[in-house]
């Protein structure tokens, strides 16, 4: 889910300000953590929505296909947008007590917020539905001239009164498709419950109390029962950030096939990273290093040297992946977007090359929103299909297998589920579908993402 792109004037504003405070480090500290690390469950699906629902049904998993704002800069959300989600959630305790909330894990932002309720005496109000910051005894907003502040994008922080006593750090956070949400940056204790069954309590999180919220990516059904967003982005106010001082500056998460039945549990792992995991020595890790752009800083920018499909390397003139002199371009990894989109000329070779492999009959009708659908109806159950792999910076070879590129959008259609990026001024984006049953780890001690298709069965 990327963020919108800020423009220079304003980062230049934002980057001064980094300095002038010297990072602050948003001062989370965890009380009675047990562990040197903390490892989440990642649920696909809220657990409290309708049986309906059911993750295993046709309507719902073509859902799936609409539920992702178009990650180019600025460019309208797919029409058909219909309801489902792509997405990977995150149980949080806000408050104390503690109030329970789904929020989706997105490494294309930073900011984790919630929605807010101000209601006074919520007795009526159904469970999770939002925070109520009037039943925590340990809310704080912060002032907006606190340094925190000023770590936010369009914080309008010359409006800001200093000797007024109540006057809460606004902050505007907006995404790509146009969704918005805005509200009180505040602090709050949570409460984070491990797989192991742990909890650790975690006191002066920074997020956002959320008042308004708008746009489809944020809203309405696409959010599928989620009450906001974890931001794991690079920069200070995420999560993954603000988690970073104590638990190592490093997350990882696998995110496991959602289609299978009964679904395996997928999880966020925030510090230990890889070497944590009890690996065997035969496993192989593969790292690339992670580009920076100072344009967007939030992004977790790789590099991709070539394309080969089924051994071929595809005529891709290299110069097509880079980031320009204005920031634009670029390939990013996004846990918050479910397709995979390529820059133009990339993805224009990458369907003719799948074309003129691919051995199974086109679909009757293509799943409108793709480009190619092939029909695998008379095919056993794993359909034979072009085998696609990256090369990345560093020499790494990410080689997927077919269904992490190839949805089945209806019984016996296969669909590749790869788009191209519609604005010029756009960037490429591995989506969650793409990454799924690998490993990754976001390591930005060493700049570097790691990855493997073993250990996400790990405890
Ligand atoms: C909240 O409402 C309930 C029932 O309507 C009432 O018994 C209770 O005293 C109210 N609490 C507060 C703090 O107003
Ligand atoms: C700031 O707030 C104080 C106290 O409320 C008020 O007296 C003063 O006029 C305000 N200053 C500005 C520039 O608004
Ligand atoms: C793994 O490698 C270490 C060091 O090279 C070695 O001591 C250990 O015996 C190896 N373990 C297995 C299971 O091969
Ligand atoms: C797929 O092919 C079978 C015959 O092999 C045909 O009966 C079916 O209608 C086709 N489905 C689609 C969606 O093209």
Partial sequence: MPVLSISPFFLLILLFSFFLTHLPNPNA???AAPADFLKLPLLHKPPFSSPSQSLSSDTHRLSLLFSRPNP????PLISGASTGSGQYFVDIRLGTPPQSLLLVADTGSDLVWVKCSACRNCSHHPPSSAFLPRHSSSFSPFHCFDPH?????????HLCNHTRLHSPCRFLYSYADGSLSSGFFSKETTTLKSLSGSEIHLKGLSFGCGFRISGPSVSGAQFNGARGVMGLGRGSISFSSQLGRRFGNKFSYCLMDYTLSPPPTSFLMIGGGLHSLPLTNATKISYTPL???PLSPTFYYITIHSITIDGVKLPINPAVWEID???NGGTVVDSGTTL????KTAYEEVLKSVR?????PNAAELTPGFDLCVNASGESRRPSLPRLRFRLGGGAVFAPPPRNYFLETEEGVMCLAIRAVESGNGFSVIGNLMQQGFLLEFDKEESRLGFTRRGCGLP
């Fill in 72 to 75: 180019t800069l600025k460019s």
């Fill in 325 to 327: 002199e204005q920031g």
């Fill in 340 to 343: 995979t989109y390529l820059t």
């Fill in 291 to 293: 580009q920076i752009n």
């Fill in 29 to 31: 500290t965890a009380v």
């Fill in 149 to 157: 502040c000023r770590l936010l994008p369009h914080a309008p922080h």
């Fill in 356 to 360: 003129r492999r691919v051995k199974l």
